[in-house]
């Protein structure tokens, strides 16, 4: 798609209805450029002495048929590109929340969430205003300027007076060649701004808690205090240009004005031209000030929106770090994971996260992987799920390069339980049954009991029906953190993976859990990730990763027979068990 892509598009697809309204605004603005022609012709009547009663009549009805007119065509053909506006809203709203899910993880980090809320936001309301209004006033300002001259051409005033009168107006398109691009550079500051506040303020919220434990509202609300400044100060000087644009416009009209009335004023004198012709002519320059007006508004509108629809298209335009190739092959089961030398560093990084892992997973066993904070493990998992894309023939799964098979057959097949795992506000029952809200209750209860959640939850009022979040309950972080194992548990995949999913959970809350699991782990593949050894030490086998590196494999007997890294970690858990 080019940079222009998304509106042109937009507009290419329904030209037919756009040529329609636009066509309905032209009529409408010759019905009214014919006013001051008719008005005129009825001051020479006047002056001329021949009006009689039913010509008055004629003259008042020729006018309410022209207001009426107006009205009808006009308001319809508003109407037809107001209705485009909304549907290119509504239509760009659900683009951009495709391109949000084919978006990579890497790109959420470097964006941030606000700046991303403010494309949804304020960015599409930009772009759609100037297509609705721009695309109406535009419209109806070219073609009430080009009828008022045409009709002036008509209404017999002479060509000379007609061009010395809308001399000044020639400066129109120097001023918008000057001007334009300097509102769209200012705009589109303004715009960045605004996604850096949305951004500050998301993060703000987000962080309110700790805001308040550490009793640091006042630093909180100066460094908030200080993007709402960046914006005032941006907006300041877009609104000085373009206000100073806009009242240019209009002064031009006056000048025509001001000279319609001095050379038509003396040619009126000497009898040169009638007086109808010379109030037709001041009544035409006055209507084009409103043209004149409108112009300005919409380049105004139209360099802001423009300025948006930059920002939304390099949105869409956006390639995913992580892509499926073309024909990507459909993953139908998992049999053996392979790792073959598998070195890796987020982009950006200097030092690699991972180095040289070779590693076999064969299906249906349980493999622990331990490893002190930051040794990379949630970083092994994440490219098992192609969440960052791994190096070339490193990671496969049945001999096939998971590079080459379609993401959605792979995560699908993989069930994934992360440390912090977010939940809905929605009940407790959709919330587990999130891979298939169609689930019996008797199964979400079944995996409810495994993660150790069930008896929670039936103490609330409405039990699985609980509303969580905004407009519900707050669960503890251990609650979460096992409904959030719930909804891996339910899950009908070959493989589950749990990335420190217990850290929340109490001791004897973790044995539960993990006597369910090896209930549930019979014919899958599980992969258990954690701090504690307690949960892993029953794995088919163990990797205890260092710096990146597996320092140690083998089964918990092994590991401890050999006195390393494990069997240290192990007796200092287990005393620190001991002395709580
Ligand atoms: N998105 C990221 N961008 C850059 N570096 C990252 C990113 N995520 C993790 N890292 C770095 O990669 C290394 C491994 O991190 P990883 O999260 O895999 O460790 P971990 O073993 O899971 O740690 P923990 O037990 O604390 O969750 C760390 O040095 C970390 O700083």
């Known amino acids: 798609m080019s940079k222009k892509g998304l509106l042109r598009g937009y507009v290419i697809a329904n030209w037919p209805v756009y040529l329609f309204a636009v066509l309905l605004i032209i009529a409408s603005n010759v019905g009214q450029a014919s006013l001051p022609r008719i008005l005129g012709s009825f001051t020479d009547q006047l002056m001329q002495n021949t009006l009689q009663m039913n010509t008055v009549i004629r003259y008042s009805l020729s006018l309410l048929a022209i207001a009426i007119a107006y009205n009808l065509l006009f308001g319809t053909g508003q109407f037809m590109i107001m209705k485009l506006g909304r549907r290119f809203e509504f239509m760009t709203r659900e683009r951009i929340f495709g391109k949000f899910s084919e978006l990579s993880e890497h790109y959420f980090s470097k964006q941030g969430n606000g700046k991303l809320l403010s494309y949804v936001m304020n960015d599409v309301t930009s772009v759609r205003e100037a297509i609705s209004n721009g695309v109406t006033m535009m419209t109806n300002a070219t073609f009430l300027l080009l009828s008022c001259i045409v009709m002036m051409l008509l209404s017999g005033i002479p060509m000379r007076l007609i061009l010395i009168s809308i001399v000044p107006l020639l400066a129109i398109p120097f001023l918008v060649v000057f001007f334009g691009p300097r509102i769209r550079k200012r705009s589109r500051d303004v715009q960045d701004a605004l996604?850096?506040?949305?951004?500050?303020?998301?993060?703000?919220?987000?962080?309110?808690?700790?805001?308040?434990?550490?009793?640091?509202?006042?630093?909180?609300?100066?460094?908030?205090?200080?993007?709402?400044?960046?914006?005032?100060?941006?907006?300041?000087?877009?609104?000085?240009?373009?206000?100073?644009?806009?009242?240019?416009?209009?002064?031009?009209?006056?000048?025509?004005?001001?000279?319609?009335?001095?050379?038509?004023?003396?040619?009126?004198?000497?009898?040169?031209?009638?007086?109808?012709?010379?109030?037709?002519?001041?009544?035409?320059?006055?209507?084009?000030?409103?043209?004149?007006?409108?112009?300005?508004?919409?380049?105004?509108?139209?360099?802001?929106?423009?300025?948006?629809?930059?920002?939304?298209?390099?949105?869409?335009?956006?390639?995913?770090?992580?892509?499926?190739?073309?024909?990507?092959?459909?993953?139908?089961?998992?049999?053996?994971?392979?790792?073959?030398?598998?070195?890796?560093?987020?982009?950006?990084?200097?030092?690699?996260?991972?180095?040289?892992?070779?590693?076999?997973?064969?299906?249906?066993?349980?493999?622990?992987?331990?490893?002190?904070?930051?040794?990379?493990?949630?970083?092994?998992?994440?490219?098992?799920?192609?969440?960052?894309?791994?190096?070339?023939?490193?990671?496969?799964?049945?001999?096939?390069?998971?590079?080459?098979?379609?993401?959605?057959?792979?995560?699908?097949?993989?069930?994934?339980?992360?440390?912090?795992?977010?939940?809905?506000?929605?009940?407790?029952?959709?919330?587990?049954?999130?891979?298939?809200?169609?689930?019996?209750?008797?199964?979400?209860?079944?995996?409810?009991?495994?993660?150790?959640?069930?008896?929670?939850?039936?103490?609330?009022?409405?039990?699985?029906?609980?509303?969580?979040?905004?407009?519900?309950?707050?669960?503890?972080?251990?609650?979460?953190?096992?409904?959030?194992?719930?909804?891996?548990?339910?899950?009908?995949?070959?493989?589950?993976?749990?990335?420190?999913?217990?850290?929340?959970?109490?001791?004897?809350?973790?044995?539960?859990?993990?006597?369910?699991?090896?209930?549930?782990?019979?014919?899958?593949?599980?992969?258990?990730?954690s701090h504690r050894i307690s949960a892993v030490r029953h794995a088919d086998e163990i990797i205890v990763l260092d710096e990146g590196r597996i320092a140690e494999q083998g089964t918990h007997a092994g590991l401890m027979a050999a006195k390393g890294l494990y069997a240290a970690t192990y007796r200092l858990q287990e005393e620190g068990l001991h002395h709580d």
């Open 195 to 529: 996604a850096t506040m949305t951004e500050s303020a998301e993060e703000q919220l987000g962080g309110i808690r700790v805001t308040k434990t550490f009793a640091i509202e006042d630093s909180a609300r100066e460094r908030f205090g200080l993007t709402v400044d960046a914006i005032k100060s941006k907006q300041l000087r877009l609104v000085r240009l373009s206000s100073l644009f806009q009242a240019l416009l209009p002064l031009l009209g006056a000048i025509s004005l001001v000279v319609s009335l001095l050379v038509g004023g003396i040619l009126t004198m000497q009898n040169s031209i009638t007086l109808g012709s010379f109030v037709a002519l001041t009544l035409y320059l006055r209507i084009i000030m409103g043209p004149l007006q409108q112009i300005g508004n919409v380049i105004n509108t139209m360099q802001r929106s423009g300025a948006s629809l930059e920002r939304v298209n390099d949105l869409l335009t956006e390639v995913p770090d992580v892509r499926e190739l073309p024909h990507a092959t459909s993953l139908q089961a998992v049999n053996d994971i392979k790792i073959e030398n598998l070195s890796f560093s987020y982009p950006g990084s200097l030092s690699p996260a991972l180095k040289n892992i070779s590693l076999n997973i064969q299906a249906g066993r349980t493999v622990g992987i331990v490893g002190k904070t930051g040794s990379g493990k949630s970083t092994f998992v994440k490219l098992l799920l192609r969440t960052y894309e791994p190096p070339e023939g490193t990671i496969r799964i049945n001999d096939t390069d998971i590079r080459q098979l379609s993401l959605e057959s792979l995560r699908s097949r993989i069930a994934y339980v992360p440390q912090d795992g977010f939940l809905f506000s929605t009940t407790i029952r959709d919330n587990i049954a999130f891979s298939d809200r169609e689930v019996p209750l008797d199964t979400v209860e079944h995996s409810a009991r495994q993660a150790m959640i069930y008896e929670n939850i039936i103490r609330f009022p409405d039990r699985f029906d609980t509303l969580l979040g905004e407009r519900g309950l707050t669960l503890s972080g251990g609650q979460r953190q096992r409904t959030s194992l719930a909804r891996g548990l339910i899950k009908k995949a070959q493989v589950l993976i749990l990335d420190d999913s217990m850290s929340a959970v109490d001791a004897v809350t973790e044995s539960g859990i993990l006597r369910s699991l090896r209930e549930i782990g019979k014919g899958k593949t599980t992969l258990i990730i």
